[in-house]
C-alpha cells in the first residue's frame, strides 16, 4: 500500500465529495482512528479502521488500499471495507420516514411546531 495522507484517501474513495469536505471533517473531529481525533496530515499505513462521523450515524471503514487519483465507484469495494452496522443505516431510513410536511403556502413552521418536529425526529435518532 502506497502511504496517502487521510485526508486525500477519503476523497479517493469516495466517502467525501471534495479533499476539502474531508479536511474540514479532520479538523473538526469527526474522523476517528482507533477512537483518536486525527488531523488531516495523518498518513495511513493501512489495514487501520476508521470512523466517520455523518449527521447522525456513525460509518466504519477499513483502509485495504491507497490510490493516488480518485477511482471509480465500481472498483471501492477494492481499497475500502465498510464496517458499518445495518442499526446505523436504519437510522436514515427512520429519520426520513418521519419527516414532517407542511401544506404549500403555510410559509415557515412556529417555534412551537418546530419543537414538536424536532421532539419526534429525537425519538428515532
Known amino acids: ?4 495522507r487521510i485526508d486525500k484517501w477519503l476523497w479517493v474513495v469516495r466517502i ?10 479532520c479538523k ?5 482512528i482507533d477512537m483518536k481525533k486525527i488531523k488531516p496530515s495523518k498518513i495511513l499505513d493501512g489495514n487501520e479502521i476508521i470512523t466517520v462521523q455523518k449527521k447522525f450515524i456513525k460509518e466504519t471503514f477499513k483502509v485495504l488500499d491507497s490510490n493516488k487519483n ?3 465507484p465500481k472498483i471501492k469495494n477494492d481499497f475500502v471495507e465498510n464496517l458499518t452496522s445495518d442499526e446505523e443505516y ?3 431510513k427512520i ?16 417555534k412551537r411546531e418546530r419543537r414538536m418536529m424536532d421532539k419526534t425526529k429525537s425519538k428515532f435518532t
Open 95 to 110: 429519520n426520513n420516514s418521519f419527516s414532517i410536511t407542511r401544506k404549500q403556502g403555510l410559509g415557515r413552521p412556529t
Open 16 to 25: 467525501y465529495k471534495t479533499r476539502t469536505e474531508a479536511s474540514n471533517a
Open 70 to 72: 480518485r477511482i471509480n
Open 1 to 4: 500500500m502506497k502511504k496517502i
Open 90 to 92: 436504519l437510522k436514515i
Open 28 to 32: 473538526g473531529g469527526k474522523i476517528k
